[in-house]
């Protein structure tokens, strides 16, 4: 099956910094890219969605000025937050779309755990 | 706006018997797809089975079926013969039949096997 890898998979990082999480699509080349959060034991929210060339459309309420989305290959979408606050520590998951036939199967990658102190 | 809801937050069960899984939606769309994400501990979300709308046979992999219920929005997953290795958080997700359109997760329901 397809594979979705992010990198790091774990980041500390002091309060003011900025972090960049990687998401490539190692098999397969991706129509589209999703980043979500998760806060513990809670669901899976979509920050924004990413197309490979354009600008990211973000979710109402996600600041796109603090996590910046750039998708700058079919394999390849990267997530930075910039000044970093306690309040960002989460777990950050992306997820792939491949097109199969009429059915665009999506991957999701393993997540990022975010701290930041 | 479409939404996914699971109403039980937590579920337990006994290795090798049944349990059920319930899941309701809302949405005014006609062409979609309806599935069941398993997050065991790794946090991996693996996917467990997936419903495309325009089919009335409800689907089937192994151990997990789904009753898929059109007209009431409702989606539930049953997981058949349980083992240890079904711990894990079930989500139910909905998405349109349009290119580039996004999961919407429910809530999730946390079930645990227990021996």
């Known amino acids: 099956g397809a594979v979705v890898s992010q990198h790091p998979s774990r980041v500390i990082c002091k309060s003011g910094t900025s972090v960049k999480i990687e998401c490539r699509s190692l098999d397969f080349q991706a129509t589209t890219m999703f980043w979500y959060r998760q806060f513990p034991k809670k669901s899976l929210m979509l920050m924004a969605t990413?197309?490979?060339?354009?600008?990211?459309?973000?979710e109402q309420g996600v600041e796109k000025d603090k996590f910046l989305i750039n998708h700058a290959s079919l394999t390849l979408s990267t997530l930075t937050v910039t000044s970093a606050h306690p309040e960002d520590s989460s777990f950050y998951i992306c997820s792939a779309r491949e097109r199969r036939g009429s059915y665009n199967e999506q991957f999701f990658g393993p997540g990022t755990r975010l701290t930041v102190l | 706006a479409q939404t996914v809801t699971q109403s039980q937050p937590e579920m337990s069960v006994q290795e090798a018997e049944t349990v059920t899984l319930s899941c309701t939606y809302d949405?005014?769309?006609?062409?979609?797809?309806l599935f069941w994400y398993k997050q065991p501990p790794s946090r991996q979300m693996i996917l467990v089975i997936r419903q495309e709308a325009y089919k009335q046979q409800n689907a089937t992999e192994n151990r997990f079926s789904v009753n898929f219920q059109k007209a009431a929005k409702s989606f539930s997953l049953k997981i058949s013969d349980s083992q240890l290795g079904d711990t894990a958080m079930y989500f139910c997700a909905f998405m349109k039949q349009i290119a580039g359109t996004a999961l919407i997760f429910g809530k999730g329901t946390t079930l645990s096997v227990s021996s």
């Open positions: 949405t005014s769309e006609n062409n979609y797809y």
């Open positions: 990413s197309n490979e060339g354009s600008k990211a459309t973000y």
